[in-house]
């Protein structure tokens, strides 16, 4: 099969020839029909991600069809799937509450074992795993391993965002965009910031309430806008600038969602904790979705509230997923890239 293998840091991927996968016993095997370009893949590619050493196959927002099922699978040959990208295992603690992305024993394609930067990838523990509804193209779908499901769980599972409420997202990329549109969705007033003024120009003609182009001014820009401060805010980014802008966004009791990858020369970093002391506000960090919500995430997609659909940019063939990673160095034009050719 043809794969594309990380050999060296911030260098083109290497198109090479590989064996299939074997089926796990408790799993299948997917040819992959769609996958996502992903900022943590950039981590990986840059050489920041904790996880992510050469020889990796990247992508983990992947939608394929089953080609092979193990003896101990759930799903069956010819099933189309999305999967979450942390691949849980079901019998630890998190994860018998229910809190499957914090799972201690986790299975994670794209990032320690072969992703789906390949025509097949094999995907264990299949009970993570869910159907692709009707009428849901497979390429708004890879947006379903990650980020889409990323900021779901953030609104709904760790800040409760909450109809009317006003929610500020920093950065507009694929987590960012998914956040602002589900946050509409769910009867929230969303305000986005970023750097990049046609992102904010794609998201208003989305029926995004409002826009700020990120300045030293952002916070202030955003009180004025929600009438002393967002109820919940959402950093999409990572880096430091972004989030004290987040935090100091915030009304009192304000709750902020880390959901960019602080990593590698942003790990650490200095953060407003007068801001946070003065508000009282809530700081989660959020990474992932427990995949029980996936029904409730499907449901507001088959049923019309929300069209995910604008996410995505461009397909684009395995070949150019270097070029796609690339461009992660720099400010992004609006929406993301999904790998659909794996043939070339
Ligand atoms: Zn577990
Ligand atoms: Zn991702």
Partial sequence: MRAAV?????????????PEPDCPSDGVVLRTIACGICRSDWHGWV?????????????????????AAGPNAQFAVGDTLVAP????CGTCPQCRAGQQNTCFDQRLPGFIEPGAFAEYVAVPRDHNLARLPEGLSATVAA???????????????????????WLAVHGTGGIGLSAALLGRALGANVVVVDVVQEKLDHALSL???????????????????????????VEALGIPVTVNASIRCLRVLGRHVQVGMPVGHTAQMDV?????????????????????????????????????????????????????????????????????????
């Fill in 6 to 18: 990380l050999r060296e840091y911030n260098a083109p991927l290497s198109i090479e020839d590989l």
């Fill in 47 to 67: 050489g920041e991600h904790p996880r992510v050493k050469p020889g990796q196959i990247g992508g983990h927002e992947y939608c394929g069809e089953v080609v």
């Fill in 85 to 88: 990208f942390i691949l849980a």
């Fill in 143 to 165: 947006g379903l391993g990650c980020r889409v499901t990323t900021s779901w769980h953030a609104l709904t599972g760790r800040a409760a965002l909450q109809a009317g409420e």
């Fill in 207 to 233: 029926g995004i309430d409002a826009a700020v182009l990120a300045s030293d001014d952002t916070a202030a820009q955003i009180k004025e806008i929600t009438g002393g401060g967002a109820h919940v805010s």
């Fill in 272 to 344: 407003d904790m007068s801001a946070v002391y003065q508000g009282n506000l809530a700081l989660y960090g959020t990474r992932g979705m427990p995949s029980w919500r996936y029904p409730s995430l499907l449901g507001m997609i088959t049923s019309g509230k929300v069209d995910m659909s604008p996410l995505i940019a461009r397909e684009v063939a395995l070949s150019d997923t270097s070029a796609e990673l690339a461009a992660f160095n720099g400010p992004m034009p609006p929406g993301v890239a999904v790998i659909t050719d794996f043939t070339r």
